[in-house]
Nanobody, 128 residues
Framework: QLQLVESGGGLVQAGASLRLSCAAS????????MGWFRQAPGQEREFVAA????????YGPDSVKGRFSISRDNNKSTVNLQMNNLQAEDTAVYYC?????????????????????WGQGTQVTVSS
């Protein structure tokens, strides 16, 4: 399994941008499908985006499509989430996650909190 550490969260105004980063440690990062989830207060954890170990991407809610972009750097063992035009409803704790090796994006999008690897989360707060 990978160990994951997120960074880049913060407090911003509506319309601003943030870039979240997730640093992974462990072996064979390039065989892991990676993703981001978020959890707002009082709500269930929600899938946001995934990037396949081969490079393909997919996004969860329609509200983030066109505003969020996920990428990875296998040389640095990092995965990033660029978030543009942030809105108040994007306020949440954002978690980086890794599925089992060679998993699909569908598997990642339904990853149970007790499966795979998870970071500790980073808070994103958007003021309107």
């Amino acid at each position: 399994q990978l160990q994951l550490v997120e960074s880049g969260g913060g407090l911003v105004q509506a319309g601003a941008s943030l870039r979240l980063s997730c640093a992974a440690s462990g072996h064979s990062f390039n065989t892991y499908t990676m993703g981001w989830f978020r959890q707002a207060p009082g709500q269930e954890r929600e899938f946001v985006a995934a990037i396949h170990w081969s490079g393909g991407t997919t996004y969860g809610p329609d509200s983030v499509k066109g505003r969020f972009s996920i990428s990875r750097d296998n040389n640095k063992s990092t995965v990033n989430l660029q978030m543009n035009n942030l809105q108040a409803e994007d306020t949440a704790v954002y978690y980086c996650a890794a599925g089992p090796p060679l998993s699909s994006m569908t598997q990642l999008s339904t990853l149970h909190p007790r499966e795979g690897s998870w970071g500790q989360g980073t808070q994103v707060t958007v003021s309107s």
